[in-house]
């Protein structure tokens, strides 16, 4: 569970399948490890709203993004976007790479 603040609006974001990322099911970088990540899912709003270039997930689990998450993220995230992923014990800052 998180919430995507994308600067004047405060999105929620539930694990688990019906998701942004469902509705983007080619998403660059995603494994069926983290496919219904809260993370994934910001990754996929952020692809579908090109506009929104900067954006802060804060997450409930405790120890930050897992594994599968901290290395497909860059893929996932459009090409140069930062997403700062926010938990009890962590931040961590995520760059889009090119495609």
């Given at each position: 569970m998180g919430i995507l603040d994308v600067g004047g609006d405060q999105l929620p974001m539930i694990s688990g399948?019906?998701?942004?990322?469902?509705?983007?099911?080619?998403?660059?970088g995603r494994i069926?490890?983290?496919?219904?990540?809260?993370?994934?899912?910001?990754?996929?709003f952020l692809r579908m709203n090109p506009g929104v270039r900067k954006a802060m997930l804060y997450i409930d689990y405790p120890t930050g993004a897992c594994g599968a998450c901290r290395s497909t993220l860059p893929d996932m995230l459009p090409e140069g976007a930062q997403l700062w992923v926010i938990s009890p014990r962590?931040?961590?800052k995520f760059v889009g790479l090119p495609d």
């Amino acid at each position: 569970m998180g919430i995507l603040d994308v600067g004047g609006d405060q999105l929620p974001m539930i694990s688990g399948p019906g998701g942004q990322s469902g509705l983007l099911k080619n998403l660059p970088g995603r494994i069926k490890a983290n496919a219904e990540h809260v993370e994934t899912h910001a990754a996929a709003f952020l692809r579908m709203n090109p506009g929104v270039r900067k954006a802060m997930l804060y997450i409930d689990y405790p120890t930050g993004a897992c594994g599968a998450c901290r290395s497909t993220l860059p893929d996932m995230l459009p090409e140069g976007a930062q997403l700062w992923v926010i938990s009890p014990r962590k931040t961590e800052k995520f760059v889009g790479l090119p495609d």
